[in-house]
């Protein structure tokens, strides 16, 4: 019997963290990124399955996302449901955030809106903001991205 429940323990464990970590998440990164240029800003989501804040945000978000399908922006999500672990670095160096990723790491939460072109944040997003606030807050940002790469002479 003993070594039944040294085994079963585990394997219980090992189940109902991978049944968290799924039920019950609303990723806004879950909609086709359609836009066929390259993206001016990057929204990226910092989240984990164990964040109520994200719980409220990301859904928002969700709603909001497929009204941006076809312009100049990616949505990232970064998950710290298991730690910060080196992926979730790489994956942020390959989206261009490798500046503000130091800073925030292992935060949940929020949103931040990037300019793709040069790593400055624009904008952040967050559970207090309504459907109607991301939406403007991520139109600005791109309108604000796109007035700076017209205004680079380079």
């Known amino acids: 019997m003993q070594r039944f429940k040294k085994f079963v323990f585990p394997v219980v464990a090992v189940l109902g963290i991978a049944i968290f970590s799924i039920v019950g998440r609303t990723s806004a990164t879950d909609v086709d990124y359609v836009y066929e240029g390259e993206p001016e800003v990057v929204a990226v989501t910092f989240a984990s399955a164990w964040c109520s804040v994200c719980k409220i945000l990301e859904p928002r978000l969700a709603e909001v996302v497929p009204e941006f399908s076809d312009k100049p922006v990616k949505f990232v999500r970064l998950d710290f449901t298991f730690g910060q672990t080196g992926s979730l670095e790489t994956q942020a160096e ?33 559970v207090n903001h309504s459907k109607d606030a991301m939406r403007t807050a991520i139109a600005q940002a791109i309108a604000l991205a796109q007035r700076e790469k017209n205004a680079d002479p380079s």
């Open 94 to 126: 390959a989206e261009g955030l490798s500046d503000l990723y130091p800073r925030f790491k292992g935060a949940t939460g929020f949103t931040l809106l990037v300019d793709r072109d040069t790593g400055e944040l624009l904008d952040s997003l967050t």
